[in-house]
């Protein structure tokens, strides 16, 4: 008689009641997810569900370019709202420093509702400078969801003058997932805006798009305590079996690093998809200040060099996956509004896993013998911005 398959640890009621408490997320079943593996796959899908849009266009980016990947966005925005469309757009005024002024009045005139989030003088104070609005979300019809790690951009998209290539990934959702995502956005636009955005909340439906599980985790400065560390940790320590991660700011802090440890500890294979790109390369120096301790407890360290990395996932035991606006440091821990989804699904991780693999076997793989001969001054580099890492 063939024996059952002992259920995997994240897959069971205990650990989502867990997870839940010490996250805050919100669960939904019955969702579609589908993976975007590089913006040139996101763009299209995101650019046609605009196009289909007939009730709402609600979107909330951290940067939002005036290229011609942002033309594009603007143009299908512009066609939604002279169709009668509700559009609101809200965009991190730091995020989108150097996008004219010009691109959002376009957008204002054609009937679009925009607004910045947290733009000069900085009404909370000074120090609120520091927090910035990370997320990046587009609901359609308040059922169609587009989320992950992509700007609006020409360097997400694949095209553009410049030649650098960025590797990221974007997700979208159908079901009450997305509505879900929806009332956190109007929910964010009334407290920057002082009023709610005039956006019809959809019926809940008797259908369901698809079999995913899907939960929320958002995170930002207004929590006591990082619910974004929390769901990265939770998670780790629901693995069995595997553990991989692609970040590409990866200043973790000792309590996920203890995580890691214990995963690997207790026999889960973990692997780590660093870049050895950075378009903020002090960050690369400093994450690599704990390289050493990783390598030696048998966690395996891949630098991508190829593309500069810009995607968020964690994949854990091959089918339970986050994708998101987070990275593994401290300010997206601590100082930015963020947001994650987690799919439970087999199909969806089976996605995330290829993908995954695919990065991998493009990597270069970090060896302990070859790190401990980086030179004395990059060593010193690394003493030296270690104590700043709170601030990158």
């Not at 063939?2 to 079943?29: G, I, W, Y």
């Not at 299908?76 to 009045?105: E, H, N, P, W």
């Not at 692609?246 to 996920?256: E, H, K, L, Q, W």
Request: one cysteine or more.
């Amino acid at each position: 008689m063939r024996r059952k398959r002992k259920p995997l640890m994240f897959q069971t009621s205990r650990f989502f009641d867990l997870f839940r408490r010490n996250t805050e997320a919100v669960s939904f079943l019955g969702n579609s997810a589908t993976l975007y593996r590089y913006g040139s796959e996101f763009f299209p899908a995101l650019l046609e569900a605009i196009a289909l849009a007939r009730v709402s266009v609600c979107m909330e980016f951290y940067t939002i370019c005036d290229d011609h990947t942002g033309g594009l966005v603007a143009d299908a925005l512009l066609a939604a709202a002279a169709r009668g469309v509700q559009v609101y757009v809200m965009y991190d005024y730091i995020g989108c420093f150097d996008t004219s002024a010009a691109f959002f009045k376009r957008l204002s005139k054609g009937g679009i509702c925009c607004t910045a989030f947290n733009p000069p003088p900085f009404r909370r104070g000074i120090a609120w400078f520091d927090k910035r609005d990370h997320r990046k979300i587009a609901v359609i019809d308040g059922w169609c969801a587009f989320t992950g790690g992509i700007n609006i951009a020409d360097v997400y998209s694949g095209c553009g003058k410049k030649h650098t290539k960025w590797r990221d990934a974007g997700i979208r959702i159908e079901g009450e997932a997305a509505a879900a995502l929806l009332r956190m956005f109007c929910q964010n636009w009334g407290e920057e805006r002082g009023s709610q955005p005039h956006v019809l909340l959809p019926e809940p439906r008797t259908e369901m798009p698809g079999n995913a599980k899907v939960m929320i985790v958002q995170g930002g400065p207004h929590h006591k305590r990082s619910f974004i560390r929390s769901a990265f940790r939770m998670a780790i320590a629901g693995a069995s079996e595997s553990v991989t991660i692609a970040s590409p700011y990866f200043i973790p802090g000792p309590r996920v690093i203890r995580s890691l440890l214990r995963a690997a500890g207790r026999g889960v294979k973990v692997r780590l998809l660093l870049p050895f790109k950075s378009d903020v390369p002090l960050v690369r120096l400093v994450s690599r200040t704990c390289y050493a301790q990783l390598l030696n407890n048998d966690i395996e360290i891949y630098e991508l060099d190829s593309a500069v990395l810009h995607a968020k996932v964690m994949l854990i035991d091959d089918r339970w996956a986050m994708v998101g606006s987070a990275n593994m440091d401290n300010r997206s821990f601590h100082r930015n509004y963020e947001l994650n989804v987690v799919v439970d699904d087999d199909d969806f991780g089976a996605q995330v896993a290829e993908m995954l693999e695919s990065d991998l076997k493009g990597a270069r793989r970090i060896v302990l013998h070859e790190h401990e001969r980086r030179g004395l001054r990059i060593r010193m580099l690394e003493r030296l911005f270690s104590p700043i890492s709170w601030f990158l």
